[in-house]
């Protein structure tokens, strides 16, 4: 017999219940399955049913026993019965509120490895879980102490993209106190004055009857103090001086009478005269997101890029998230921490800050040879500038070996100087961030903009042995060591497996081009 074979019986008889010595009676109220088991397959594979039909614990009625587990959802149950009998998992074929649901009962009934092996799978599969009911998942997640660990990585999931949560169609259902947890956080990546607006919202949903923020003149002074109290916690949670005074002015003291006076007397006062310390409670500092380099409209010019549109993406629905894997100022920038935490990772971002200049630069890779055109690499001029934004594609995959083999390979890195190799000095690096990159399953919108054009920035270069696109950057000296800084630590993962960089300069210490060229292995 092969082992499929005997794994095959040992299904077949957890589905017909033969010779079953224990009932277990999964679910409540209408949903409730009994599942016909046997004692001695449970006790051997679980130390919960050893102990639970130990003489000492369990009851017996006419040599039967008889388990209730009201808070285990019957579909949970019978694949826990099926890992049981069978050591067997599908976790591709469940919904990802299921797989929660399955972690929490595999931790009930002391399943180690069962639990450690779901919980990498959830954070290896993160998609299946922003895709669905964030709102949810998350009250799922919060209500588990045993969780702690899903439950701090989902929670940077959605503070590093808060409009999976915020957008979400049951945002206006979540819980007090999940959403007292969530403003709370210091990295929760958004604009205060949006973070105001969907709270503002959410109250609103709360009260007992139905108002219109818009005629907020046709509110009863009733409306005004039911919205206060209702919001009060988050009153003290949102980081009003980050709100410009104008528009605090313009859109928020329409609901001056939801503020208590001394609060609302603190916020003037602030405007007024930022050094005088508040009186009341209210959080003055900014917010700090886990990533510093880019903020969300670069993010959005850069998924536009990654779906080769036309405009760019509305920065309050980019079909993408984004989960920081490395940031060189945390993790240090040693090029071993970086392969640990970055390698194998799928579709990822890199953007690095040149220091001095403060221009970004980075790239984008698909990890995959047929999508080999998918990748690029970009520059904007800094943070604050996004009007011109720069970015070189990968048309041509051809190997250049054969064509051009006095390249030199460093890292898979090839730098082509006249006359000598070069060699870096990442001190001249201000930091850089590398991002994995997962595409939800939601509809976007889009800003409408000037259609993207790189004639002007984009040129050709030994077309006869390339025939691909070539980046223009005007840097002098001691810019170009610092951009073929960046380009050395971070493009290793950015092009291995797939293709190569060359960097061509003219014997006046300008730049002239990066080529994006590939070497196939």
């Known amino acids: 017999m092969t082992p499929d074979e005997l794994l095959n019986d040992f299904e077949k008889l957890l589905s017909s219940g033969n010779n079953y010595d224990v009932i277990i009676k999964a679910g409540k109220n209408e949903n409730i399955r009994s599942f016909y088991t046997h004692s001695l397959i449970l006790s051997s594979r679980s130390t919960y ?33 099926k890992y049981i009998y069978t050591g067997t998992i599908e976790l591709d074929k469940q919904k990802g509120l299921d797989i929660l649901k399955y972690l929490v009962a595999s931790d009930e009934i002391c399943f180690g490895n069962l639990h450690n092996y779901i919980e990498s799978y959830i954070i290896e599969k993160q998609e299946k879980f922003l895709n669905e009911d964030p709102t949810e998942v998350l009250q799922t997640i919060l209500h588990y102490e045993s969780l702690t660990s899903i439950k701090n990585f989902y929670l940077q999931l959605i503070c590093d993209n808060p409009e999976v949560l915020f957008e979400s169609s049951t945002f206006l259902t979540i819980e007090k106190t999940i959403l007292i947890s969530i403003a709370k956080r210091d990295d929760l990546y958004m604009n205060e004055y949006n973070i105001w607006e969907y709270i503002l919202e959410w109250g609103i949903a709360q009260m007992s009857k139905c108002i219109n923020i818009n005629v907020y003149s046709k509110w009863t002074e009733e409306d005004f103090v039911e919205l206060g109290e209702i919001l009060y916690d988050f009153i003290l949670l949102i980081r009003w001086a980050q709100i410009p005074p104008k528009l605090f002015h313009q859109k928020i003291s329409p609901f001056k009478r939801i503020f208590s006076e001394n609060i609302y007397d603190d916020i003037i006062g602030y405007y007024l005269d930022p050094d005088s310390p508040p009186k009341s409670l209210f959080v003055s500092q900014p917010r700090s997101p886990s990533f510093k380099i880019i903020n969300k409209k670069h993010f959005a010019i850069i998924t536009s890029w990654i779906d080769k549109e036309k405009e760019y993406y509305n920065i309050k629905n980019v079909p993408y998230s984004l989960e920081l894997l490395y940031s060189a100022t945390r993790d240090g920038f040693e090029t071993t921490k970086f392969h640990e935490l970055c390698d194998d990772k799928g579709p990822t971002l890199i953007v690095a800050k040149v220091k001095d200049t403060g221009r970004l630069i980075g790239g984008y890779n698909i990890k995959n040879h047929a999508m080999l055109g998918d990748s690029f690499i970009f520059s904007f001029k800094n943070q604050d500038d996004l009007s011109s934004p720069i970015i070189a594609r990968c048309d041509d995959y051809d190997s250049i070996f054969t064509d051009y083999p006095s390249f030199i390979n460093l890292f898979n890195l090839t730098i082509k100087d006249p006359g000598k190799e070069s060699f870096i000095n990442v001190d001249l690096m201000e930091d850089y961030e590398v991002f994995k990159i997962t595409k939800l399953n939601k509809s976007v919108n889009r800003e409408k903009i000037e259609e993207i054009h ?22 002098n000296a001691g810019q170009l060591a610092a951009l073929i800084g960046v380009i050395n630590v971070l493009l290793p993962i950015l092009i291995s497996g797939i293709g190569v960089l060359a960097i ?18």
Do not use: C, Q
């Open 49 to 81: 049913f050893k102990a639970a039909l130990s003489k000492n614990w369990a009851r017996k009625k006419y040599g039967i026993v008889v388990f209730n587990k009201p808070n285990i959802n019957p579909k949970i149950m019978e694949l826990i019965l």
């Open 454 to 475: 790189h004639s002007k920035n984009i040129v050709s270069k030994r077309k006869n042995l390339f025939n691909n696109m070539a980046l223009v950057v005007d840097l």
């Open 504 to 521: 061509f300069m003219s014997t006046s210490d300008k730049m002239t081009a990066l080529e994006w060229t590939t070497l196939l292995k």
